[in-house]
């Protein structure tokens, strides 16, 4: 068995496989690591390793306090991954996005690539029909832009995610919730359109916190897994091992 831990830049979320099987998916606070991890070694006491992509700020004896237990692995830019990296500055990459890169280079081959990874922050990830990882974008995500709106004006209030009633904003609030919902939406679907004029044989993958809330919103027809970074921690790890 497999704990991966996926360490974001608000939560921390894991999931244990056996083999490509996900028994069980966690999600906690980034100060709950040491107990909640413990708890699933507890109850999954097969597990022989531990596999961490981390973009956020926990520090690395965290994880290798469990080295007793089981085996750490951390995802570096050093690692072997299933495709050409062609960024401009591939040091600069995050580990994140590289495991989404290889796990939609695993699960969906021969095929041109766009990965949306809807949380704190959006980013796109795209890779083509030949396996060459060409960059992508990256913009606030939903709560950032919440956020913003109230942080760098001296009226606008501080509101949390909330369908808005009509793309038309009859107050302020619902000014705000379609602003961000919808202009978050319309951004998606632009640049899939984008990608869409320009390459065939094409497919989108979304995850991210916000997938499920986005997914009935989008226009474009999509692949929607919000666990699919942890799937893709998995994937790529058995992927070393093979090719290692």
């Known amino acids: 068995m497999v704990l991966t831990v996926d360490v974001g830049n608000t939560r921390i979320k894991a999931a244990v496989f056996e083999g490509s099987t996900a028994l069980e998916n966690f999600i906690f606070e980034k100060n709950e690591l040491a107990e909640e991890i413990k708890k699933i070694l507890e109850k999954f006491q097969n597990c022989s390793d531990l596999v961490v992509s981390s973009v956020g700020n926990v520090e690395k004896q965290s994880f290798l306090n469990f080295e007793n237990r089981l085996n750490v692995h951390f995802f570096t830019h050093e690692d072997i991954f299933p495709f050409n990296n062609k960024y401009a500055t591939p040091k600069t990459l995050g580990i994140d996005r590289m495991i989404l890169a290889a796990g939609a280079a695993l699960q ?4 041109n690539r766009l990965v949306v ?3 704190t922050c959006i ?3 795209f890779i083509d029909e030949n396996d060459n990882y060409l960059g992508g974008a990256i913009s606030p995500g939903l709560r950032l832009r919440y956020e913003a709106l109230h942080n760098f004006t001296a009226r606008l209030p501080l509101l949390t995610l909330e369908n808005p009633d009509s793309y038309i904003g009859n107050s302020t609030a619902q000014a705000i919730h379609s602003g961000v919902v919808n202009g978050f939406v319309y951004e998606i679907d632009g640049f899939i359109d984008e990608y869409r004029a320009n390459f065939s044989n094409f497919i989108i993958i979304l995850t991210g916190g916000d997938a499920d809330f986005l997914a009935k919103r989008l226009k ?4 929607a897994n919000s666990n699919f970074l942890l799937e893709s921690l998995n994937q790529t790890f058995q992927y070393k091992i093979n090719n290692d």
């Open 123 to 125: 980013t796109y990830d």
């Open 108 to 111: 969906f081959p021969k095929q």
């Open 220 to 223: 474009n027809t999509i692949f």
């Open 117 to 119: 990874d809807a949380g």
